[in-house]
């Protein structure tokens, strides 16, 4: 994304979720306050080293994550970032792609005090798994409105 007409803080971290890799990881964990808090579908951790962490453990199962920012505004005090996040599993071909939005919080220095993540990870993820996948497909046409 062209970060250009971004806020500096947040140009920041579009430039760090884009260009993120193993070595690089350092770089994005600078961008948040020391006990900032990340929460995703999956996680709630707080401080550098959890976040670390969280990212480290993304690298280890997944093959070639690159996350895409679609999307940015904001202001002093927060950002909107829509994001395609996309992603092999291991032993897999198929490339896989997992949209979703970001809220973040900075703090006077323009660093992320509170990240949270929005993903319907049912849909996205779990649909995925054979046997859990066609009870949630079912149920997802099952409740769904009868237009």
Do not use: C, K
């Not at 319907?120 to 066609?134: F, H």
């Amino acid at each position: 994304m062209n970060t250009r007409g971004l806020a500096p803080h947040i140009g920041r971290v579009v430039t760090a979720y884009e260009s993120l890799t193993p070595a690089t990881l350092a770089g994005l964990v600078s961008v948040y306050a020391e006990d900032a808090r990340f929460i995703d579908p999956f996680n709630d951790v707080r401080g550098h080293g959890a976040l670390r962490s969280v990212f480290e453990h993304m690298f280890e199962a997944l093959d070639a994550p690159r996350f895409q920012i679609v999307d940015a505004l904001g202001d002093a005090a927060q950002a909107f970032l829509t994001w395609d996040f996309s992603f092999r599993r291991r032993g897999h071909d198929e490339t896989l792609t997992i949209r979703g939005a970001s809220h973040l919080h900075f703090d006077t220095e323009g660093r992320v005090t509170l990240h949270r993540d929005y993903w319907d990870a049912a849909q996205q993820v779990y649909e995925r798994v054979p046997l859990l996948g066609a009870l949630l497909r079912w149920l997802r046409r099952r409740l769904a409105a009868q237009v």
